[in-house]
């Protein structure tokens, strides 16, 4: 799993050759939820609601950065850091 960010414990990641919608996971503690890049609605999993907020203000902020790495990883390619929430 290829972590991309990590903030307040939440590591947010991307796997390789995904299938559709673009989404990414994010896991805190125990929990796990995947996230539609572009709604950014949960379409998997769950988190504590502190976490899941943290985890849609932090994405709605790096929204373009998520979907070039979602094209990135469909390609297989290395995937890029994106800055944590801070």
Do not use: C
Not at 22 to 42: R, V
Not at 44 to 65: F, I, M, N, T
């Amino acid at each position: 799993m290829p972590e991309i960010s990590r903030f307040f414990g939440i590591i947010i990641a991307m796997y390789y050759n995904e299938h559709n919608p673009p989404h990414f996971h994010a896991k805190y503690q125990e929990d796990e939820a995947q996230f539609n890049i572009n709604t950014l609605e949960i379409i998997k999993g769950k988190l504590p609601s502190r976490a899941k907020a943290l985890v849609l203000e932090w994405a709605a902020d790096h929204r373009k950065e998520l979907l070039e790495n979602w094209e990135l990883a469909s390609r297989l390619n290395k995937l890029h850091s994106i800055d944590p929430l801070k």
